[in-house]
């Protein structure tokens, strides 16, 4: 790759740095799979699509951020899936089975290092001359893999990004026609589990007659009708038989021996009829022990499941609720469960459902001992208990364990479990349960929210996350870009969660995510733009929540601090929203969970009009489409937009309902790019702004007219290299001392590489005005100034930097200098700085320096850029001076007085506006 640029006349071309690639046997799993069907590299998927044997090419060049950050993937990469006649690679024969040309007849000790490590791998004599072929690469059968063959793997780093590889094998060797489940390449877990016993390579050897075919049909066509489907990997580190178990527990299943030693799946299942139950009482029991029923004070009553998504290949949740029980208890009382073999969300629910009805049932449960009649039942069998003296009548239980242990006495014992499809048939004496299905059908959510998301959410929930390719850095956002984030109130207790469908306006819909329902309340008064505590109905779930978490109020967001008897503490107006008032019954949405959880899968691009449905889940499968309310939002590029400025000030009080004297509205800057780690409160001080960034201020008097208009000018001043990301000190200037570039010690910011600067070392930059556009005639009218901000940290030991900025006239002299206070960072902790300087008449240009002035260790700097800005807001703040208002309203004070400010940058104003309204004491109409 290289640069170039004008100057002196001529052109100039640079390497700025340099494609990798490799050669690798990429070894995944046992053989034979069927297919290799989703390639990702650093979380982005590289390559999608369905391979047998053979070549694939990838095609991403831009997958990690193009030549400007970490390359991409770009080159041929060969599938072997392992079959019993797959031949030898033609790329591994070439490379680790053959010996250069220019090497060929030279002894071992002539040649270079890695082809003589290859020669005597082989065991070629260090004193015989090299031969063409050193002998044939295996063909490794048995093992599936990649061969990659030498594509380009990065740009810039050497670094080469953590490969995921998605397979897909099927076991088809039994009931092919009941193998898959689904669309989605889920397996049959009957056949999981047959082939589990019968391999006699990995598995435990069992041979066909040893296994009963009518039971393991059974249970996978029972499977296949429930879309019981499963994904699951073996790694080896536990045994065969462990690994069945789980498979067991996932589907609610038991394997056991039948009375000739074969194999069953008995699956648990309401597949009988309670009345047609043998019934087995005091004629045919000895005795029954250790009756117990769980009591009410521990039952769970909210069930959180975990599985694995199968888009992003992480663990995502959805959560069961029993409300009844939730009541009867008096509290709620969590129960977390892991079923990482499950890919469907729908599946999942159910599942969670299942298992949640399991406890709430509280199922009785004792030891049933008896003689020759018993000998019959073993573990999954279901049988009707009598036994008065309990004062059960009759209660159909399962076997859940059999001891046939005592030869001479034929004494068999039974651990049973009331059976949860039969417990409200169960008779106690003359009491008939009155217990109904718990589980509610799907239904709409009552309520939704559609939010396009700013910038601040973009990086925490969309940025890190593999589905989104698109976005090789965050702040790469395409400025038309933008995603929606899809809320829902759940609509009943047990609904676990929600699908989320979606389409640009006259399209079709399409599958487009998953989400959790939002815990959400309404204001019982109304709150004004100071408020600090909101007055709630009282509906939020304090053990969902994560607290501090933020929180979607009308138009506002929130960060939700603390709930309390008077209602919720907040921080008014974070991120890119400002306070503002709010009526009685205003909702407050707060998201539950974090990540891509309820945002739209795609992102859309500003103007257009998006529609979006919600289909919430419970036990009883997802809503129908057709039933589910949809709502509609236009989309308006509100990520690329500049936040508003903050701490709102007029004549130096927080929102006033009178002033006297002279009008004067003063702010704090505010940078979208800075703001990125936590929700910054609306009284902070200045952080940024952001380059470029303006301001417009306008001031209405009475009877709403316009009476005066402020527009601010801003000018991004071209830092050469300010984040290192040359990897070099090009653009910079070293004054003294140490200056290097690391990508460790501490790691970067931003990018791959940042400054650090031992103790007394110092750089500069110089940058001229003109060059960068800026209005002199600002400058010499003293209305300009120059803010620089960066981001600073230490290595491992304590050290002591900071920034500094001059204004230099055009023979270079200084006219003003101004620094930051030198700060001790701690160690591997950014933070970001900023620095303002006014600047004088006459400059022509800045000067930017970076030091370190005392400490161990070095102080890193990163991501140092600089604007100018000229206007009559200068130092954030403006004085509507007397005689200019009287001038602006025909020789009066306004009485009535409205102010509005927002920010501008690149043609985009900020997504809300500071506004005031308010009296004058004396003014005149």
């Not at 004008?6 to 297919?35: E, F």
């Not at 009491?431 to 959510?445: E, N, R, T």
């Not at 901000?789 to 055009?810: F, H, I, K, N, P």
Request: with cysteine; hydrophobic share 40%; proline share 6%.
């Amino acid at each position: 790759m290289g640069g170039g640029g004008k100057g002196g006349g001529g052109s100039t071309t640079y390497t700025a740095g340099y494609w990798y690639g490799l050669g690798m046997h990429m070894v995944l799993c046992h053989g034979v799979i069927d297919a290799v069907t989703r390639i990702i590299v650093g979380e982005r998927v590289a390559w999608q699509g369905r391979s047998g044997a053979g070549r694939v090419h990838i095609d991403a060049p831009d997958l990690l951020g193009g030549e400007e950050r970490e390359g991409g993937v770009v080159g041929d990469v060969d599938v072997a899936t392992g079959t019993a006649d797959q031949p030898p690679n033609d790329y591994l024969q070439a490379w680790c089975g053959t010996v250069p040309a220019d090497c060929v007849g030279k002894p071992p000790a002539e040649v270079p290092e890695a082809v003589r490590a290859l020669a005597r791998a082989w065991g070629a004599s260090d004193s015989q001359p090299l031969p063409a072929t050193l002998g044939p690469v295996p063909a490794f059968r048995g093992v599936a893999a990649l061969i990659l063959r030498a594509p380009w793997l990065s740009a810039m780093s050497s670094y080469i990004k953590p490969w995921w590889v998605e397979v897909e094998r099927i076991p088809r060797g039994w009931y092919a026609a009941r193998a898959a489940i689904g669309q989605h390449g889920d397996a049959n877990p009957a056949h999981i589990i047959r082939e589990c016993l019968t391999d006699r390579v990995w598995g435990r050897g069992f041979w066909p007659e040893q296994i009963d075919d009518a039971s393991f049909t059974a249970a996978a066509d029972a499977l296949t009708a429930e879309g019981f489907g499963l994904s699951c990997l073996w790694d080896g580190n536990g045994s065969v038989a462990g690994f069945v178990d789980e498979v067991l527990r996932h589907i609610d299943a038991t394997l056991r021996e039948d009375a000739s030693g074969r194999q069953q799946l008995v699956l648990v299942r309401d597949d009988y009829d309670p009345d047609t139950l043998p019934e087995y009482g005091p004629e045919t029991i000895e005795s029954v022990t250790d009756f117990s029923r769980p009591a009410w004070g521990g039952v769970p009553t909210r069930a959180t499941l975990s599985y694995t998504e199968r888009e992003l290949g992480k663990t995502a949740t959805v959560t069961a609720h029993d409300i009844a029980a939730e009541a009867m208890q008096g509290r709620g009382e969590p129960m977390d469960l892991s079923f990482p073999f499950i890919t469907d969300p729908e599946l999942a629910a159910r599942v969670a459902s299942r298992e949640l009805r399991q406890a709430v049932s509280m199922l009785a449960q004792a030891t049933v001992t008896g003689g020759e009649a018993l000998a019959t039942l073993r573990q999954g069998d279901v049988f009707a208990l009598r036994w008065p003296l309990l004062g059960v009548e009759r209660m159909v239980v399962r076997v859940v364990e059999s001891t046939h242990g005592r030869l001479r006495s034929g004494e068999v014992r039974l651990r049973v479990v009331q059976d949860v499809f039969a417990a409200t048939s169960a008779v106690y004496g003359a009491q008939v349960s009155g217990w109904a299905d718990p589980v509610s059908p799907p239904q709409a959510a009552p309520e939704r929210l559609l939010v396009e998301l700013p910038y601040y959410e973009i990086v925490r929930r969309v940025a890190s996350e593999q589905w989104l390719a698109v976005l090789a850095k965050a702040e790469e956002l395409d400025p038309e870009a933008g995603y929606l984030l899809a809320l829902a109130r759940r609509p009943t207790g047990d609904a676990t969660g929600y699908a989320i469908e979606a389409r640009a306006a006259g399209m079709e819909f399409e599958a487009a995510g998953h989400g959790t329902f939002a815990e959400t309340d309404s204001l019982t008064e109304a709150v004004g733009v100071v408020d600090a505590v909101l007055p709630l109905a009282g509906a939020l779930d304090a053990d969902a929540l994560d607290l501090p978490c933020l929180a979607y109020l009308d138009g506002e967001i929130v960060e939700l601090l603390e709930l309390t008897a008077e209602g919720a503490r907040v921080h008014r107006g974070v991120i890119d929203t400002v306070p503002q008032p709010h009526e009685p019954g205003a909702r407050l949405w707060v998201p539950v969970a974090d990540g891509g959880d309820g945002v739209v899968s795609r992102e859309w691009t500003a103007g257009e009009e998006i529609e979006a449905r919600c289909l919430p889940l419970t036990g009883h499968g997802r809503l129908d489409a057709a039933s589910a309310p949809v709502d509609a939002l236009a989309m308006n590029a509100r990520a690329a937009r500049p936040l508003p400025p903050g701490r709102l000030r007029i004549c130096d009080q927080a929102h006033p309902a009178t002033i006297t004297g002279e009008l004067t509205v003063s702010w704090a800057h505010r940078d979208r790019m800075q703001q990125t780690a936590t929700p910054v409160p609306q009284d902070a001080g200045d952080i940024g702004p952001e380059p470029g960034t303006r301001y417009v201020l306008e001031i209405h008097g009475d009877g709403g007219a316009l009476r005066r208009r402020v527009e601010g000018e801003a000018w991004a001043l071209p830092v050469v290299n300010g984040n290192a990301e040359a990897g070099n000190l090009s653009g910079w200037s070293v004054d003294a001392g140490a200056v290097e570039v690391r990508s460790a010690n501490p790691a970067p910011a931003e990018g791959d590489a940042c400054f650090a600067l031992a103790a007394g070392a110092a750089m500069h930059q110089d940058v001229e005005l003109a060059g960068a556009g800026v209005r002199l005639a600002a400058v010499d009218a003293g209305l300009a100034e120059v803010g620089v901000a960066w981001r600073q940290a230490a290595d491992d030991g304590a050290s002591a930097g900071t920034v500094a900025v001059a204004a230099l006239a055009a023979d270079g002299s200084e006219l003003a200098q101004l620094a930051a206070a030198a700060v001790s960072v701690p160690a591997g902790t950014w933070q970001p700085r900023t620095l303002t300087l006014a600047l004088p008449a006459g400059t022509r240009r800045v000067r930017v320096c970076v030091r370190c002035d005392s400490g161990a260790g070095a102080s890193a700097f990163d991501g140092v850029q600089a604007q100018a800005a000229a206007s009559a807001m200068l130092g954030n703040r403006y004085t509507y001076a007397e005689a200019v208002e009287r001038a602006d309203s025909g020789g009066t004070l306004n009485a009535e007085l409205h102010v509005t400010l927002w920010s501008e940058r690149d043609g985009y104003d900020s997504w809300q506006r500071q506004q005031w309204t308010g009296r004058r004491e004396g003014g005149t109409t």
